[in-house]
């Protein structure tokens, strides 16, 4: 069953609107330096174990208009100062027409994207040929994180990732050099909290489960995972 992760072609859907779940204008906890997150409700990969399971539905969330989000994003992100953004989920490229659109709009920006995705990049490369969708997400992601996650590979070593099977690839120049220093060296994971002044507390970025469970044992229960490296979105 692992094997086959990833491997299903997703369907094409129209990039008009977006489904998405949450957006941050900016932090320091998904990916190289201060970005935006934009993350995606919907996927069709369902790796076991997900970080992010109640993300799978192609139901909830929020529906709007592709071309407004992605003015009203980048607006954000450049009042923010950021680098670039990164696309989480969910799975990007189960809408990748529209993820398209919203990286293209903070190229023209002068942002960077990073994209993460259940599929592996030689398959998106293939489906490329006749997929003009996944071809224009393709090219307007400067950093990818591919592959499905697998939980009895945890990848302790690399920021980001979350099993060793995973891939992390610079598509142009942008973060080549970046890429090259993790590979060699390896790198340390990020976690944001957030405290709202109603007392609503968001988590996301990386840690294991013993560095969580130390961190948030007063704040009240969570969803435990099975996983030895947890990813909180």
């Known amino acids: 069953m692992t094997l086959l992760l990833g491997t299903v072609e ?17 932090t320091t906890a998904e990916g ?8 995606v409700q919907g996927c069709s990969v369902h790796c076991p174990g997900c970080f992010n399971p109640q993300l799978w539905a192609e139901i909830g969330g929020t529906v709007e208009n592709t071309a407004q989000l992605a003015e009203r994003f980048a607006a ?16 990007p490229f189960d ?44 090219d307007a992601t400067d950093l990818l994180i591919d592959g499905p996650y697998l939980r009895d590979r945890p990848d302790a070593g690399r920021p980001w990732l979350g099993s060793t099977n995973q891939g992390i690839r610079a598509l142009t120049p942008a973060y080549a050099a970046e890429v090259a220093r993790i590979e060699l060296e390896g790198g340390l994971d990020r976690l944001e909290i957030r405290i709202h002044p109603d007392g609503r ?7 294991d489960d013993a560095a969580l469970e130390e961190l948030l044992h007063d704040l009240g229960p969570r969803q435990d995972r099975p996983a030895t490296k947890a990813r909180l979105a």
């Open 10 to 26: 997703p369907i094409a859907r129209p990039g008009t609107d977006l489904r998405w779940s949450r957006f941050l204008a900016a």
């Open 32 to 39: 190289p330096g201060l970005r935006s997150a934009l993350w």
């Open 95 to 138: 809408q990748a027409a529209a993820l398209a659109s919203i990286a293209e709009a903070f190229r023209t920006a002068g942002l960077t994207v990073m994209t993460f995705s259940g599929y592996p990049l030689d398959l998106l490369t293939g489906w490329s040929a006749t997929r003009p969708d996944i071809a224009r997400l393709l």
């Open 76 to 91: 954000d992100a450049v009042s923010a100062g950021v680098e670039g953004i990164t696309l989480l989920g969910g799975e």
């Open 201 to 207: 507390i968001d988590v996301n970025g990386w840690a």
